[in-house]
């Protein structure tokens, strides 16, 4: 069975791995002679992670999606048990971010290696847990979940509406967010 929620959660997934891939191009980048505009638009990519992923996405997860798996299978519980601590700790770790970010553009370079290195284990870590996600959780739902279940999760994640998936109604507020990160944008990152 491919349900909804299942082209959600992996659309989400690979607009949020492009978005780190382009923060990550640019953070090697550094910003140039541009340098408020790279701080701006890095500044609204990681409040967009905050925001999105963390306040939507993962909600949805940890209340619907896990539970359901393990009221199955609790062979993966080991794997759910590591991802709630992943969503505990992934709120913090990009608010965290968005301070070092400041301190880099407020206090200058001595502050950049400290970004930088926070930003590759968070990308690191962001990787590590999507993919643990589509690789153990998601193909252990498609073999225990009812149709009743997949029908709740896909009405639970058509809520969603990211538009950096570029395929689902954004909400208004992501997609002026969206926009502007667009606008933004360093040419050489787009």
Do not use: C
């Not at 880099?104 to 990308?123: D, K």
């Amino acid at each position: 069975m491919q349900a909804t929620s299942l082209n959600i959660i992996r659309d989400e997934h690979a607009s949020l791995a492009a978005m780190l891939g382009v923060m990550s191009d640019m953070v090697a980048q550094g910003p140039g002679e541009t340098r408020r505009g790279f701080f701006e638009v890095l500044r609204s990519m990681l409040f967009y992670i905050d925001e999105y992923p963390e306040r939507l996405h993962h909600p949805k997860e940890s209340n619907l999606l896990f539970p359901m798996v393990l009221k199955h299978s609790k062979t993966v519980m080991g794997a759910i048990d590591k991802l709630e601590r992943d969503h505990a700790h992934s709120e913090r770790a990009a608010r965290d971010l968005q301070h070092l970010l400041l301190s880099w553009e407020l206090l200058g370079n001595s502050r950049r290696a400290a970004f930088e290195h926070a930003f590759e284990q968070y990308v690191r870590f962001y990787r590590e847990h999507m993919a643990l996600e589509e690789e153990v959780i998601l193909p252990e739902a498609q073999k225990v979940l009812s149709a009743e279940d997949w029908a709740q999760l896909d009405a639970a994640f058509a809520e969603n509406e990211d538009p950096l998936t570029g395929r689902y109604r954004a909400r208004p507020e992501y997609e002026a967010l969206f926009s502007s990160i667009i606008s933004r944008m360093p040419v050489a990152a787009a």
